[in-house]
Each structure stands twice: as C-alpha cells, then as structure tokens.
C-alpha cells in the first residue's frame, strides 16, 4: 500500500531509526486508544519490538486500557517505559494521579510528549504514538519535532465522525506525513442473543471515504460489547489471540506487509 514503503526503508536501514506510527482521530470516543493498544499488541505479536506511548492529554487511557498501574522510573533523566502484554509503553496517565486533570497549555503538552518520545526505549523498532483527538498542538508539535513515519487515522462509520477524519488526513497531508489509511472502528454489530446484524453507526462509510481521499483502507473492527468489556478490566483482546483479535492482526499484517 501507499505510504508503506517508508516504513520498510525505516525498518530495514542497517542503521534503523525507530519507525514512528501515530494514531489519529478527528473526533474523540470513536475507538483510537483501543485501537492503540491492540494493534501496538498485535505488531508485537509478528516478532518486533513496540513500544506504545499515550500522549492523549485529554484522556490518558492506556495505563487502564494496558492493566497497569506501575509508575516508570528515570535514568539518566530519561523514564523507563513499563511492560505489558508484550510489549512497553509510556502515558501521560502515569505522570499524574487518577482523577487529576491535565490543565496544560500547549507548550506543556508538547514538553511531556517528547520526554516521552526521548525515554529509554532500548531496542524498540516501533513506537505507537496514541494522539489525543483532532489537530491541534500536541499532533504539530510531534510532526515538527519527531516526523512520524506514518499514520493511521481511526473513525466510526458514521459521516460525523468522517468529516473531522478528513480534517486529520488533511493535517498530515499538508504536513508531509504519509497517511498509512483509514481503519473503521465501530463498524456493524451482531447481537449475542439473536445474531442479529445491525449497523448503529452506518455501514461502509470510512472505505468510501478513504477511495475519495485517495488512502488506503485498513480494515473494519467489530462494535463489540466482548472487546469494551475486556478493554475496561486491562486485558487487551490483541493479547489473547481470541475472536476479537482479528480485526487487530489483520490490520498490523497489512501494515507490516
Ligand atoms: P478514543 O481514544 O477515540 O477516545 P477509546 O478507544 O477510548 O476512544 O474508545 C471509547 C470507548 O468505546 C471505550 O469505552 C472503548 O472501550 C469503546 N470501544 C472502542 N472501540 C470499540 C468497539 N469496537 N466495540 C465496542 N466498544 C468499543
């Protein structure tokens, strides 16, 4: 896929740079910290070596999305990313208490992000960066400062969620940044109960829009009450290999291909 073969020149320089993959959503809630978590799991599970940084100020979320409460210690002023399910990660949510609000201003935003960029992250080949939601200081300051290798842009199937897509898409665009393409989170719901299909949140609506703006389409992942339930108690599907692992590793071969 376009945008990929970057990537692979960053993954097989004899001298490998970290690649650097940001995930980005125009609207919050649509799934972008879970898919985060799982497909930072799921590239771990091909073999390579991830780390995973939370830099969404507005809602941290992996230190519960990952189970782990562990506070990372420094070197050299520099933290030690904490391991979970296979792989190390870093969040801002570690750096304050639970409950605390992160009243900071852009400039501090941006500060805490590159302390986690620049952390001890050994021999990490990959870094996931979980972005807070739309396009606005924390994602310029992480293209100007540390120039992702690419990103992958989250959004339920529905045409509010799309229109402020695009708006990410276009960000990064215009930024120089390929766009790896466009996962579909929230996409189609069978019942438990009946087998039931529906769609709460529309059908199909993320792969036109990616054929519009020229992207590859990644994949769709499930509404799934099984996947939010085992997000909120810290077990990742991605970790597990179970049914609702699927969507994640299909994605992560697709952007490992
Ligand atoms: P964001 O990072 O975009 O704000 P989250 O990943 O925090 O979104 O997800 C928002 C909420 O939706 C969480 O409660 C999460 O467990 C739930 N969720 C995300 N994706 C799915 C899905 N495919 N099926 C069911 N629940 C989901």
Not at 194 to 212: I, L, T, V
């Amino acid at each position: 896929i376009e945008g990929v073969k970057d990537i692979r020149i960053a993954l097989t320089a004899s001298q490998p740079r970290r690649t650097l993959i940001a995930v980005a959503s125009g609207k919050g809630g649509v799934g972008k910290s879970t898919l985060s978590t799982n497909l930072a799991i799921a590239i771990a599970r091909t073999g390579k070596k991830v780390g995973l940084i939370d830099a969404d100020v507005y809602g941290p979320s992996q230190t519960r999305l990952l189970g782990s409460d562990e506070k990372p210690t420094a070197d050299d002023k520099k933290l030690n990313p904490v391991e979970a399910h296979g792989i190390r990660f870093l969040s801002l949510g570690q750096l304050v208490s639970t409950g605390h609000a992160l009243a900071w201003r852009g400039p501090m935003a941006s500060g805490a992000l590159a302390q986690l960029i620049e952390a001890n992250w050994g021999d990490a080949e990959i870094l996931v960066v979980d972005l807070p939601p739309g396009t606005g200081d924390v994602q310029l300051s992480l293209i100007q400062k540390s120039r992702p290798d690419g990103a992958v842009i989250v959004s339920t199937p529905q045409a509010l969620s799309l229109i402020d897509a695009t708006r990410a898409v276009d960000l990064f665009g215009k930024m120089s940044v390929p766009v790896i393409g466009l996962v579909e989170n929230m996409s189609g719901y069978t019942c438990p109960h009946c087998g039931e299909q529906s769609d709460p949140f529309g059908s199909g609506g993320a792969e036109e829009a990616a054929a519009a703006m020229g992207i590859p389409f990644l994949g769709r992942i499930p509404l799934d009450s099984a996947l939010r339930e085992a997000s909120d108690v810290g077990t990742p599907p991605a970790a597990s290999g179970g049914p609702q692992s699927e969507a994640f590793e299909a994605i992560a071969r697709k952007l490992m291909a």
